[in-house]
């Protein structure tokens, strides 16, 4: 399996040097016959994601972990629709981003080229094998994809059919590989091939990030978890807030941007707790709340310390009611994993407070925690979302997936 994965590599490589010098309408045609061929071939792809549910459920895997390995219609759809919309996104590649002149008339600036050859591990979700060789083929980039063993049907009939449309459409089928296998070594043959694989993006439980962390021999675009908070202000507007805490806790809890902590200004605990948990109650919502909170929900779960720092991936959440908003801000930098953070709130001021203390990937106004996704900002979809700061900090979109290089002009400068 070694010298397999070294070869795969070494095919990602060339590849990823043919595709820095594709263009855009090729790049395009592409994305567009992927978009055909997923919509043709959604019979079979409901199929082979049959089996891996079947397997997954024989083999007693929890509801969210369940629920991220389904393909539903609407699912496919959204792959359909975010290649189609990363095919008419802007090609980042070539693009000059800034220029200056020194004073000996050297022209400097900067130009947006591909990263390389981007490796992608990741769990369940086998809508990522089609996000990420969208977002990479648009780059110019080849990937090399390596899923979880509870999604391989899915993402094996989902690569055959992308290499398909890239073969039609005159690229090399090895710009999108997937590991043919489930074998765990695998995982770190890959992270050795520092030669072959730019950079390393794992996508999964906290457990799977730290392990590639730990063993990659290149650099590592990350985040462990994903402890959303939303504050809810004295000056909310108490029926808006209900509505954006339910959809950021209820709509799909077992996504990394789904809300974690409500925390709740103790001047509007009392009117809008009692109301707010009769709601989450009705949609089978376990809450844990710290002792103020219990003074307006007194059927909620004792908080313990351990419930502040928990990414639940389910229907629990942790309530607390803080004094305003200097407790809300020191609560999610003490406990938060700057990933997502929203306020509730009709104060201005307040407002552009929250956006420049809270230092998270994606920090929100009067919206749900939900909308941290490459597709709902309007990046066509998204390869994974990073709270490393370094290269790359919140979902990671075709620029993400690029760098700049120095170019200079000049007309016979010689260094004095």
């Known amino acids: 399996m070694r010298e397999e994965i070294l070869m795969m590599g070494k095919r990602a490589r060339e590849a990823a040097r043919h595709m820095a010098n594709v263009n ?6 592409a994305l567009e016959l992927m978009a055909v061929a997923l919509e043709r071939e959604s019979q079979a792809i409901g199929s082979a994601n049959e089996k891996d549910i079947q397997a997954a459920l024989e083999k007693g895997l929890s509801k969210p972990k369940v629920d991220r390995l389904r393909l539903t219609d609407k699912v496919v759809g959204e792959m359909v629709s975010g290649l189609r919309e990363v095919a008419m996104l802007p090609d980042p590649v070539g693009e000059i981003t ?12 900067k130009m947006r080229i591909p990263l390389g050859v981007i490796g992608i591990i990741y769990e369940s979700r086998p809508n990522v094998t089609v996000d990420a060789a969208a977002l990479c083929i648009k780059a110019g980039n080849a990937v090399f994809l390596r899923g979880g063993s509870e999604a391989f049907h899915s993402n094996r009939c989902l690569t055959n059919i992308l290499q398909g449309a890239l073969k039609d459409a005159g690229l090399p089928e090895t710009v999108v590989q ?12 890959m992270l050795k091939l520092e030669e072959q694989i730019d950079v390393m993006i794992p996508r999964g439980g906290e457990e799977l990030i730290r392990f590639v962390t730990e063993h990659a021999r290149m650099p590592v675009l990350k985040h462990y978890k994903g402890v959303c908070h939303l504050y809810v202000d004295s000056q909310a507007d108490l029926f808006m807030a209900e509505e954006i ?9 077992s996504a990394c941007n789904a809300l974690e902590t409500l925390l709740v200004h103790q001047e509007v605990a009392d009117k809008f707790l009692p109301r707010m948990a009769a709601a989450f109650r009705k949609a089978g919502v376990e809450l844990r709340g710290c002792e103020r909170t219990r003074m307006y929900v007194p059927d909620c779960v004792p908080a313990t310390e351990e419930d502040w720092y928990a990414e639940y991936l389910d229907l629990i959440l942790a309530v607390r009611v803080v004094n305003g908003m200097d407790e809300a801000v020191r ?4 406990y938060g994993s700057d990933h997502t953070e929203a306020i509730i709130t009709e104060n201005f001021h307040r407002a552009h407070r929250f956006l420049q203390e809270v230092q998270s990937s994606l920090v929100l106004v009067n919206a749900s925690t939900r909308f941290n996704d490459g597709f709902q900002l309007g990046l066509g979809a998204e390869i994974g979302i990073s709270t490393s700061k370094l290269h790359a900090f919140g979902p990671m979109g075709i620029e993400e997936l690029t760098t700049t290089k120095f170019i200079a002009l000049g007309n016979g400068q010689v260094r004095s």
């Open 245 to 253: 805490a339910l959809n950021a806790k209820v709509q799909r809890p």
């Open 98 to 109: 800034r220029m200056w002149t020194r004073p000996n008339g050297l022209r400097v600036g």
């Open 24 to 29: 855009s309408g090729v790049k395009r045609q």
């Open 178 to 189: 997937l590991v043919g296998t489930t074998d765990r070594d695998a995982v770190l043959d």
């Open 331 to 334: 609560h999610i930098s003490t």
